[in-house]
């Protein structure tokens, strides 16, 4: 069916978005590739010269590597765990048959169309602020010491606001497989008299499973280059430096761009190894 | 009987589902509720929640003080200008994949998707340097460019799943027919292929509107969006719980808007066809 010529028109019009995607990655890739085998302090005297592999050990040596890694795997871990353990229990209850479904799955999804900048000053102002805060009211109501979030519970106050932000995401792409089950598998291990909890673990978990793989793996690709969360909350202090945020600091903060960008090649590597997983799957859902 | 146990069992779903519903809601909730009071009244104690004397006042002040239109009128930029760019590049590749697909088709798409997956911040230098040499930094012109190309992935994916459901033998029968290539895209394609469309706009206006990462570390003054804006009062003597309030509802009630037409092709865009 396909022609010579209608062939060469298509590769005509894939040209501009081929060409340009191409470009995206492979200039600032090859330059930060540059960079990072280089001593460059753009404000301390430049480009000093090749350096080797020597910005790589000493970015992973460095004091701030292995808490910055720690606090990068707590953030993403507790997000992914929050986000799709109460997102499977909150798809199942939004696929129950209720009044005002439409409306509930609007506000349910809401969080996650509020810019990154605004839910975190939401969060750090008007709930976790140590005195005037909503959460410090609550917790002297019951006779509770206020608590400085962000200061004595960095690490959990920004997994909450990170979670709340991205519930909606699983709880609708699960709600989205979850309403794709055969109602009639359900009713027919009902009838046979299947308790709820054997019938959630063999029916309707294995039928998720693909669902639940794809929400884990498309965050953890945001998740792990979460940035204004932190930039308007801690600013990376009180152990809530996460590697993207710790390589923002080496590049733009203290200019050492050699360092951050060997630190920028790390975290490209991590990022691929995570997305190698994702478009296994994906590639597979095209063949389909 | 089976009727009665259905009734109360879709009672108690609701009200439970309403429950959850109002918590996860609230933070947006209070925020909008804050931004109708005076400061005092925003960090009364205990907490008032509805008996205040509504004022429009922080609407006022936030305009007259910070000059919100002109963030807004840059975040619209900004977010439409990449939007539509990117919808005019990726139209014509989704249509050449999904209507003449080759061997290599798969291939490209998915390492379309590679590039959505490389972190910012691996390659923040190089394109702030960029920025710098070209002038474009602090120019609402490169973050559309640079906006553009960060969705351009998902864009293409977005119509490419939606042109797929073409039935190619429409095509087919108009080309029979004697329609040329520019006929059969403009009188054939794009009609059906409108919705689709659309709601690849919307989801890509609204990513591009929330974008926290580039605008914040490429803008200023000039050309910073409402997210820098917003950033802005993260600085501890802005502690105006009402202002903030405002400032941040005027920021988020667009994208609200917009953002519950999409929720169905959010789920579609953002997991790149995987679940529909």
């Known amino acids: 069916m396909a022609?010579?010529?209608?062939?060469?028109?298509?590769?005509?019009?894939?040209?501009?978005?081929v060409v340009l995607l191409l470009g995206w990655m492979l200039v600032p890739l090859t330059m930060t590739l540059y960079f990072s085998f280089k001593k460059y302090l753009p404000l301390r005297g430049g480009d000093l010269g090749w350096v080797g592999f020597d910005n790589y050990v000493r970015f992973v040596s460095s004091s701030s590597f292995w808490p910055a890694v720690q606090a990068t795997l707590v953030i993403v871990g507790g997000v992914l765990v929050i986000t799709v353990v109460l997102g499977i229990l909150l798809a199942m209850l939004l696929d129950q048959p209720m009044w005002g479904q439409g409306v509930v799955r609007i506000l349910v999804i809401a969080p996650f169309f509020v810019m990154p900048t605004v839910s975190a000053l939401v969060w750090k102002n008007m709930f976790m602020d140590p005195v005037n805060g909503l959460l410090a009211h609550l917790w002297?109501?019951?006779?509770?010491?206020?608590?400085s979030w962000l200061s004595e519970a960095s690490m959990t106050s920004i997994i909450m606001i990170v979670s709340w932000q991205w519930l909606p995401f699983a709880t609708l792409i699960l709600l989205t497989a979850i309403q794709?089950?055969?109602?009639?598998?359900?009713?027919?291990?009902?009838?046979?008299?299947?308790?709820?909890?054997k019938r959630f673990y063999h029916i309707v978990l294995p039928h998720l499973s693909r669902a639940i793989t794809i929400v884990i793996l498309i965050q953890t690709i945001f998740l792990l280059s979460i940035f204004a969360e932190i930039f308007v909350t801690t600013g990376g202090a009180f152990g809530t430096r996460t590697l993207t945020y710790l390589i923002f600091q080496r590049v733009l903060e203290s200019q050492n761009v050699g360092l951050g960008s060997a630190g920028g090649v790390y975290a490209i590597i991590l990022a691929n190894i995570v997305a190698i997983f994702l478009m296994r799957i994906v590639g597979k859902n095209l063949d389909a | 009987?089976?009727?009665?146990?259905?009734?109360?069992?879709?009672?108690?779903?609701?009200?439970?589902?309403w429950a959850i519903r109002l918590l996860i809601f609230f933070p947006i909730l209070w925020t909008i509720l804050i931004s109708f009071k005076?400061?005092?009244?925003?960090?009364?104690s205990p907490p008032l929640f509805l008996n205040f004397n509504w004022t429009l006042e922080n609407y006022a002040i936030v305009q007259e003080r910070s000059d919100y239109m002109r963030f807004l009128w840059n975040s619209v930029i900004i977010a439409g200008g990449s939007t539509i760019l990117g919808v005019i590049i990726a139209v014509p590749a989704a249509w050449a994949m999904a209507f003449v697909p080759s061997k290599r088709t798969k291939d490209i798409l998915l390492w379309m998707l590679s590039t959505k997956m490389l972190p910012a911040v691996g390659v923040l230098y190089p394109i702030y340097l960029l920025f710098i040499r070209l002038g474009l930094l602090d120019t609402r012109g490169g973050l559309v460019v640079v906006l553009m190309l960060i969705n351009?992935?998902?864009?293409?994916?977005?119509?490419?799943?939606?042109?797929?459901?073409?039935?190619?033998?429409?095509?087919?029968?108009?080309?029979?027919?004697?329609?040329?290539?520019?006929?059969?895209?403009l009188y054939v394609l794009t009609p059906m292929a409108i919705p689709g469309i659309a709601s690849t706009v919307l989801l890509n206006f609204i990513l591009a509107w929330n974008e926290a990462f580039w605008t914040l570390n490429l803008t200023a003054v000039d050309a910073a969006p409402l997210t820098a804006f917003i950033a802005s009062y993260s600085s501890p003597e802005g502690l105006f719980f009402a202002k903030l309030s405002a400032a941040s509802t005027m920021a988020i009630a667009p994208?609200?808007?917009l953002g519950w037409f999409s929720q169905k092709q959010l789920v579609r865009g953002l997991t790149f066809g995987a679940v529909k």
């Open chain 1, 140 to 147: 002297r109501f019951f006779g509770a010491e206020p608590i």
């Open chain 2, 255 to 257: 994208i609200l808007i």
């Open chain 2, 1 to 17: 009987m089976a009727r009665a146990v259905t009734t109360r069992c879709k009672s108690l779903n609701t009200a439970l589902a």
């Open chain 1, 3 to 17: 022609t010579q010529h209608s062939r060469s028109v298509a590769r005509l019009m894939m040209a501009p978005a």
């Open chain 2, 38 to 44: 005076t400061e005092a009244q925003a960090i009364a």
């Open chain 2, 152 to 185: 351009l992935p998902i864009i293409v994916w977005m119509l490419y799943t939606y042109f797929r459901e073409i039935p190619g033998e429409i095509l087919e029968a108009a080309r029979m027919d004697g329609a040329t290539l520019k006929e059969e895209i």
């Open chain 1, 180 to 197: 794709s089950l055969d109602s009639e598998q359900l009713e027919a291990a009902e009838m046979d008299g299947a308790p709820v909890l």
